[in-house]
């Protein structure tokens, strides 16, 4: 079976990758997800930069990366680090993705962010818990009481909507979808467990909490920082570059984070900070606010080098055939060695190139696959061509 693929020429036909990975030993395609937050497997094989430690402390801080240098990826990983177990004291991550902002062609009020904000809250909340329920299930029925009314006051749709779709699915990978999909978490817990979960919630004698927006978010706070066990939150805000490439002006765009830091210190009381993804075009217009509203912030950035991208590609291959490769050179002819550094010594050291460019030279060999042979150095030239053909015509590393 063939099929036209996105990454190839476009008069190019090549097997279908759920044939042709499975047919050279892996349980799935480890370079095709070039947006992280629709990974399942991205926690198998995560690089921890040294700038992943401010992501998840108690301080506002903008992290800069240019297009395609991992700043979703990093997002996802902090959220589902905070996850891993209910054990110790974590962050709550609030993923934040102004991309998903309503279209109105102006940034969103105050007050509107505020309702984002509840929004995109609960909706990480239920399918966190859903994911870990012993966390709310040890809690006090004033605190289940609590939480399922500001779950009520929060999400999009009806939260016993939600508690069918978990008891009919008997899993909360259910929910991801419908609500937040960078939650795909790991180690779900048994359908009878998650019965109780949603039996605790399900209480028809709570109501939608009700208030001003400003005092439900302020409750949302308190009870995730308080009996929920949370060490502070997370606001990670992402997918500005949206509104930079829709717009190509970065002040423009940059207007849609100004209000939140308006609120960054008041945040910061409450246990709650900014973390702030942007595209490195965007850092002046965003920085130079802070500094003529004197609103204190750090900024860092992060920076790829080649030994980091040897190390991203090969824990793929390693998680995609359970630890039997370790490397690429493991399929490749004996005059092909270190393929990985072979790759990325040719590009910019960003990780989305160099998973298009691996992608695509795997692609080629997967072409003559049933003739026989090895992955050899045709390959790579070949994948690397390809990617100076396309980038001289427009950017691959679009956002991440």
Same mark, same amino acid.
């Given at each position: ?21 499975? =047919?050279?030993?892996? /349980? @799935? ?6 947006? #992280? ?13 040294? *700038?992943? =430690? ?6 506002? !801080?903008?992290? *800069? ?13 902090? !959220? /589902? ?64 009481? %609590? ?49 109780? +979960?949603?039996? %605790? ?11 001003? *927006? ?5 409750? +949302? ?34 207007? &849609? ?14 246990? !709650? @900070? ?29 920076? &790829? ?35 990985? =550094? ?9 990780? /989305?190139?160099?998973?298009? *460019? ?8 997967? #072409? ?33």
């Amino acid at each position: 079976m063939t099929t036209a693929n996105e990454n190839d020429d476009p008069d190019k036909r090549t097997p279908s990758p759920a044939d042709w990975f499975r =047919r050279i030993g892996l /349980r @799935f395609d480890p370079y095709v997800h070039l947006e #992280a937050s629709s990974d399942p497997h991205l926690s198998e094989y995560t690089v921890h930069l040294d *700038v992943f =430690r401010v992501a998840l402390d108690n301080k506002p !801080t903008i992290i *800069v990366a240019p297009p395609g240098g991992g700043k979703t990826a990093m997002r996802v990983a902090v !959220t /589902r680090t905070c996850w891993f177990d209910i054990g110790g004291t974590y962050p709550f991550p609030l993923p934040y993705n102004l991309g998903m902002a309503p279209l109105t062609g102006k940034p969103p009020t105050a007050t509107q962010h505020l309702h984002l904000l509840l929004e995109a809250g609960t909706c990480a909340l239920l399918t966190g818990l859903a994911f870990r329920p012993e966390r709310l299930l040890r809690s006090s029925d004033a605190t289940i009481r %609590a939480t399922a009314a500001i779950l009520r006051a929060g999400l999009p749709g009806p939260l016993d909507y939600y508690l069918t779709v978990l008891r009919e699915t008997g899993t909360p990978a259910g929910l991801t979808p419908l609500l937040e999909r960078t939650y795909a978490l790991t180690a779900p817990p048994p359908p009878d467990v998650l019965h109780l +979960f949603c039996d %605790a919630l399900a209480d028809p004698g709570v109501n939608a909490m009700r208030g001003q *927006v400003e005092d439900i978010f302020q409750a +949302f706070v308190e009870i995730v920082t308080g009996a929920l066990g949370f060490s502070h939150i997370l606001l990670l805000i992402d997918g500005i570059d949206a509104m930079y490439e829709n717009q190509a002006d970065a002040q423009f765009a940059a207007r &849609w984070v100004f209000d939140l830091f308006d609120r960054a210190e008041a945040w910061a009381r409450s246990n !709650t @900070f900014i973390k702030l993804f942007i595209p490195d075009l965007m850092e002046p217009a965003v920085t130079g606010y802070l500094h003529h509203h004197t609103i204190a912030a750090r900024v860092t950035h992060i920076v &790829w080098n080649h030994d980091l991208l040897v190390s991203m590609l090969r824990k793929r291959i390693s998680a995609a055939s359970e630890e039997r490769f370790e490397s690429l050179d493991a399929i490749s002819t004996p005059a092909l060695t270190d393929v990985e =550094r072979q790759i990325v010594a040719n590009l910019p050291p960003l990780p /989305r190139v160099a998973l298009q *460019v691996t992608r695509q030279a795997l692609l080629r060999y997967a #072409a003559r696959l049933e003739n026989g042979g090895q992955l050899d150095e045709d390959d790579i030239h070949h994948a690397i061509a390809w990617y100076r053909h396309h980038a001289a015509q427009q950017p691959l590393a679009s956002r991440v």
